[in-house]
């Protein structure tokens, strides 16, 4: 590593690659220190079992911006994404939904369900879109400081306003309740069909601890909904090769700029004289100096574990203790030597061949939660399942499939005993939840990795395993993420800035945040302010 660079990025994760790409094509001199020996964060590929390949944290794509995709040139670095077709929710009585890619099909078996429903699906579809075209251009925007008399700043609120004033009064009102509403209360007002709605309402808990019947999941639903591929909302896919794929793309980019990736090289603590970041100092004691630090790791490890105490004030630091993390979610991997076979849709076919879903009701989905609200991992938990190797066998050997479960709902903190005493019952849970479905399961099982989010913590730097870097929650968005008056990505250190996913607008493998700090990193090098 040579000294002194221009900026040096803290964590190799997708954020942290996209500001170093970013930087990198602008002509400045970049190191990007990663603590693991892969790169990727949560968005990593790795050979769990010989010859089997796991996405082994996130697990599909779909928020990935189109812009960064476009200026890094993603496909020529080796970014492909495969569809996701569709999501089948099986059923205890031996019956199942299945929404599929193919809408005219999805239509009618939401109307083998309930002739209603599928009349209120195109107008809920058309609804959520309009939602998402509205609320698409904020995911490029800085975040203003409604506090601040900056006129930028007031010309974004002004817009903003302009535009909500120009929406149809239904838009209007579709938009303040999802802002508001549990994403439960907000499909019932569309729905009668208990599955469809259970199976939706799914989209609205992720990452957070919440309930379906939680107010402020039905904006999380819509922060989902606003995937796109190819320009098309509400599309998901995999990445050829895994999740890490998509991290090594963005690393070809960054390099092919000119920028120098190290892996396994942890920070001690980033360097500050008078008020100003001037670099970070490695474990061991190796020093590097940069005229610019980026952290894309979480305010809590960044400003209460980085920064040395009594650089920042007590009421800053307040704000980051208060920040929620909260983890609630978990991870079983599975390496399989055939494929499941559900009861109510026998032997292979294009239904394993999209997410699938275990939410039969909303009953279902909430008793998930009060499990997780007394502090136990939930009994009957949701789990949403994806078998890659379907459409990707270059994840596993021939004739042998990887299967990835998410679940919620796993908190970080338990009630009783420990995530070490608890991950092999946690792990039994959801392979027998599955079973119930598929008796096959247990039998094919060849070998399995269960993630807590303690090992979230642990292995990838999530605090507490939130998987967002921060719950998705009314007070953390926008202009209040991470911190009130600290959301434009620079921090009350000079020169210190947050690219990650605690930053606007929040997590998935986006590289949003990993943007738009870039952006105005470099802003702040013409504006002088860099020095």
């Given at each position: 590593m040579k000294a002194p660079y221009d900026a040096v990025v803290i964590g190799g994760g997708h954020n942290g690659l996209v500001t170093a790409a970013y930087l990198a094509r602008a002509g400045k001199k970049v190191l990007v220190l990663e603590r693991r020996p892969v790169l990727g964060g949560a968005a990593v590929t790795e050979e769990v079992f010989p010859g089997f390949r796991f996405s082994v944290c996130s697990y599909v794509v779909s928020l990935l911006r189109p812009e960064i995709i476009r200026e890094l040139d993603l496909p020529r670095h080796g970014l492909e994404i495969l569809p996701l077709d569709g999501t089948f929710t099986p059923l205890p009585d031996g019956d199942y939904l299945w929404r599929m890619s193919d809408h005219a099909r999805t239509r009618r078996e939401i109307y083998r369900h309930s002739p209603v429903d599928a009349?209120?699906?195109?107008?809920?579809?058309?609804?959520?879109?309009?939602?998402?075209?509205?609320?698409?251009?904020?995911?490029?925007?800085?975040?203003?400081?409604?506090?601040?008399l900056e006129p930028r700043g007031l010309r974004q609120l002004l817009g903003l306003a302009r535009r909500f004033q120009a929406l149809p009064r239904?838009?209007?009102?579709?938009?303040?309740?999802?802002?508001?509403?549990?994403?439960?209360?907000?499909?019932?007002?569309?729905?009668?069909?208990?599955?469809?709605?259970?199976?939706?309402?799914?989209?609205?808990?992720?990452?957070?601890?919440?309930?379906?019947?939680?107010?402020?999941?039905?904006?999380?639903?819509?922060?989902?909904?606003?995937?796109?591929?190819?320009?098309?909302?509400?599309?998901?896919?995999?990445?050829?090769?895994?999740?890490?794929?998509?991290?090594?793309?963005?690393?070809?980019?960054?390099?092919?700029?000119?920028?120098?990736?190290?892996?396994?090289?942890?920070?001690?603590?980033?360097?500050?004289?008078?008020?100003?970041?001037?670099?970070?100092?490695?474990?061991?004691?190796?020093?590097?100096?940069?005229?610019?630090?980026?952290?894309?790791?979480?305010?809590?490890?960044?400003?209460?574990?980085?920064?040395e105490p009594g650089v920042l004030d007590e009421e800053?630091?307040?704000?980051?203790?208060?920040?929620?993390?909260?983890?609630?979610?978990?991870?079983?991997?599975?390496?399989?030597?055939?494929?499941?076979?559900?009861?109510?849709?026998?032997?292979?076919?294009?239904?394993?061949?999209?997410?699938?879903?275990?939410?039969?009701?909303?009953?279902?989905?909430?008793?998930?939660?009060?499990?997780?609200?007394?502090?136990?991992?939930?009994?009957?938990?949701?789990?949403?399942?994806?078998?890659?190797?379907?459409?990707?066998?270059?994840?596993?050997?021939?004739?042998?499939?990887?299967?990835?479960?998410?679940?919620?709902?796993?908190?970080?903190?338990?009630?009783?005993?420990?995530?070490?005493?608890?991950?092999?019952?946690?792990g039994d849970t959801v392979v027998d939840t599955l079973a119930e479905y598929a008796p096959n399961l247990k039998k094919i099982i060849l070998h399995r990795q269960v993630l807590t989010p303690l090992d979230l913590e642990r292995e990838w730097g999530l605090t507490e395993g939130n998987i967002f870097q921060g719950e998705l929650t009314l007070e953390q968005l926008f202009f209040l993420r991470p911190v009130p008056g600290w959301a434009r990505y620079r921090t009350p250190v000079r020169n210190l800035y947050m690219c990650g996913s605690a930053t606007h607008p929040g997590g998935g493998i986006m590289g949003a945040p990993g943007r738009l700090a870039a952006l105005e990193i470099l802003k702040d090098w013409k504006r002088g302010r860099v020095r």
């Open positions: 009349e209120a699906y195109d107008e809920y579809a058309k609804a959520m879109v309009d939602m998402a075209r509205f609320v698409k251009p904020i995911l490029a925007m800085v975040p203003p400081d409604p506090l601040s239904a838009s209007q009102h579709n938009l303040l309740q999802l802002m508001t509403m549990s994403a439960a209360d907000l499909l019932d007002q569309w729905f009668e069909t208990d599955v469809l709605k259970a199976t939706m309402s799914a989209s609205g808990i992720i990452g957070t601890f919440l309930g379906v019947r939680s107010p402020g999941t039905a904006y999380v639903l819509l922060h989902h909904y606003m995937g796109e591929i190819d320009g098309a909302f509400r599309s998901w896919g995999f990445s050829r090769g895994g999740t890490g794929a998509i991290s090594l793309a963005i690393a070809a980019a960054a390099r092919e700029a000119g920028a120098e990736i190290v892996t396994e090289a942890a920070i001690e603590r980033i360097r500050v004289k008078d008020g100003r970041a001037d670099g970070v100092v490695m474990k061991g004691g190796a020093e590097v100096e940069a005229r610019v630090v980026a952290s894309s790791v979480d305010p809590n490890r960044t400003f209460l574990k980085m920064v800053f630091l307040g704000e980051v203790r208060r920040y929620k993390l909260r983890g609630s979610s978990g991870k079983v991997n599975l390496a399989l030597d055939g494929l499941p076979d559900f009861t109510c849709l026998p032997g292979p076919g294009p239904h394993l061949r999209g997410a699938i879903s275990i939410s039969p009701s909303v009953e279902y989905m909430e008793r998930a939660y009060d499990d997780a609200k007394y502090g136990r991992f939930s009994r009957r938990p949701y789990v949403d399942m994806v078998i890659p190797s379907l459409t990707d066998p270059s994840v596993a050997p021939p004739g042998k499939h990887v299967v990835s479960c998410f679940v919620q709902y796993a908190p970080y903190k338990l009630r009783e005993g420990s995530w070490e005493e608890q991950r092999q019952a946690f």
